[in-house]
């Protein structure tokens, strides 16, 4: 058993600080950085950039809505060569950040709204994961775990990576809650905890309705800038590693 932790990073820009990076990025083995759409900026990717290396983590893209207000949680009505476009300028500025400091990008992770809106709309899925491989058909795309990102990715034969969140909450499709919902984000660490092991181990997640879903675990997301993010990635990883599941990059797996 193995899995990949990735966490969403780099979102502070100008004045504005989000998250522990620094804290963080030890414990995990993945990074998501915000290319400057809905947060980041380019002194804030060069900075990320440059901590991941310094840590060892491997480094990923995390191009998102043009939504710096709403933090790319809002949803936009964007065509698909919209969204094409939008991602291959955001991956391609964060993969000239990492050149610049001797390294490459290991994945590409949608953000936020665009992430949960292209794992239910195919169409725009395949736009991002086009966009994906013009820019470098090596990297692998991180997708909702049984969503159309996922599928995208096969279609066009591009490496893939399903994603699980420890925090979030299960609808009975397979979709996460969302958060204008109560109860939506895990607060509670055991149970995160636990629900990040369930998945890992066994493969499978209670939905908010308590129905029993199997779901496919390649890497899981552990929320920086939550309050509780660093005790959870801590407990998380060791619950990994007492359980004996291998905690590695995804771009590493064998």
């Known amino acids: 058993m193995q899995i990949d932790m990735n ?27 915000a290319c400057g759409f809905h947060a980041g900026d380019p002194l804030v990717m060069e900075q990320t950039v440059r901590l991941a290396v310094d840590s060892g983590t491997r480094l990923g893209a995390h191009p998102g809505l043009p939504d710096l207000v709403g933090f790319g949680r809002r949803e936009m009505k964007i065509s698909p060569r919209e969204a094409y476009t939008a991602v291959l300028y955001q991956v391609g500025a964060l993969a000239a950040f990492a050149q610049a400091a001797g390294t490459h990008l290991q994945h590409v992770k949608p953000h936020g ?30 997708g909702l775990a049984g ?9 066009v034969r591009l490496r893939s990576a399903s994603e699980v969140f420890a925090d979030r909450r299960y609808m009975d499709d397979g979709s996460l809650m ?7 984000v895990l ?46 990635a801590q407990h998380i990883r ?13 771009g590493d797996f064998v």
């Open 178 to 184: 969302p958060r204008s919902q109560a109860g939506a």
């Open 238 to 250: 060791q619950a990994f590693l007492d359980a004996g599941v291998q905690v590695t990059a995804s």
């Open 187 to 232: 607060a509670d660490e055991a149970e995160a905890t636990a629900q990040a092991l369930r998945m890992a181990r066994d493969g499978e997640v209670v939905t908010a309705s308590g129905k029993v879903l199997k779901v496919k675990a390649d890497t899981i997301c552990i929320h920086g800038d939550t309050p509780k993010a660093i005790a959870f």
């Open 147 to 155: 969503g159309e990102l996922i599928h995208a990715a096969e279609k």
């Open 7 to 33: 966490s969403d990073l780099g979102e502070s820009f100008g004045n504005y600080h989000l998250g522990n990076d620094d804290v963080i990025l030890p414990i995990i083995t993945s990074a998501n950085i």
């Open 113 to 142: 709204a665009l992430y949960n809106m292209a794992s239910r709309d195919y169409v725009l899925a395949e736009a991002i994961a086009m966009a994906v491989k013009a820019v470098d058909p090596g990297l692998i795309l991180y």
